[in-house]
T-cell receptor, first 113, second 113 residues
Framework: GENVEQHPSTLSVQEGDSAVIKCTYSDSASNYFPWYKQELGKRPQLIIDIRSNVGEKKDQRIAVTLNKTAKHFSLHITETQPEDSAVYFC???FGGGADGLTFGKGTHLIIQP | DGGITQSPKYLFRKEGQNVTLSCEQN?????MYWYRQDPGQGLRLIYY???????QKGDIAEGYSVSREKKESFPLTVTSAQKNPTAFYLC????????????FGEGSWLTVV
């Protein structure tokens, strides 16, 4: 089955700086890669996703890049703000997630004032 | 998001007891999922169902059971065979099998006492 590795487990950045979280996946058939943000005790919220026919996708301060050859994808957050502090999860699946998502273990992003 | 309702939010279970977590959605979604989340870990797939009266095991199905008698409902039973059931349980659904966004319920905290 699919295996997703996520790094780093904790990331601390100064407010206003950029943050980058990286994930690798094992199954070359995977074609859907969402990113979720989870605040303490709450459900994960989808923040951005990318499909394998696209190399990059942006939404305001958030971007995701995908390298299918290397089987890795990354989340980029620019101009970080205190409300960006949370745990971020990457995930991968085949078929758009209908068979379930395989998640990375999460990155705790801390924005230092 | 708001169309997926999990209950109860908090549940305490004694050793040897079975407990059932409820998940109801009014989004007319085809597929439904149960994930388990442990501290410092990602989400792991327990069971999923793509159609009424059919379901498949995920990565950690042992000690759990499900049913899908109605499209709207996908209850999860944590049986006494599950040796370490204390965790945060998340139900999710997706609108079609063709690859749409997966949305989560608010989650249920289960603690063994």
């Amino acid at each position: 089955g699919e295996n997703v590795e996520q790094h780093p487990s904790t990331l601390s950045v100064q407010e206003g700086d950029s943050a980058v979280i990286k994930c690798t996946y094992s199954d070359s058939a995977s074609n859907y890669f969402p990113w979720y943000k989870q605040e303490l005790g709450k459900r994960p919220q989808l923040i951005i996703d990318i499909r394998s026919n696209v190399g990059e996708k942006k939404d305001q301060r958030i971007a995701v890049t995908l390298n299918k050859t290397a089987k890795h994808f990354s989340l980029h957050i620019t101009e970080t703000q205190p409300e960006d502090s949370a745990v971020y999860f990457c995930a991968a699946s085949f078929g758009g997630g209908a068979d379930g998502l395989t998640f990375g273990k999460g990155t705790h992003l801390i924005i230092q004032p | 998001d708001g169309g997926i309702t999990q209950s109860p939010k908090y549940l305490f279970r004694k050793e040897g007891q079975n407990v059932t977590l409820s998940c109801e959605q009014n989004l007319n979604h085809d597929a439904m999922y149960w994930y388990r989340q442990d501290p410092g870990q990602g989400l792991r797939l327990i069971y999923y169902s793509q159609i009424v009266n059919d379901f498949q095991k995920g990565d950690i199905a042992e000690g759990y059971s499900v049913s899908r008698e109605k499209k709207e409902s996908f209850p999860l039973t944590v049986t006494s065979a599950q040796k370490n059931p204390t965790a945060f349980y998340l139900c999710a659904s997706i609108s079609s099998l063709s690859g749409n966004t997966i949305y989560f319920g608010e989650g249920s905290w289960l603690t063994v006492v």
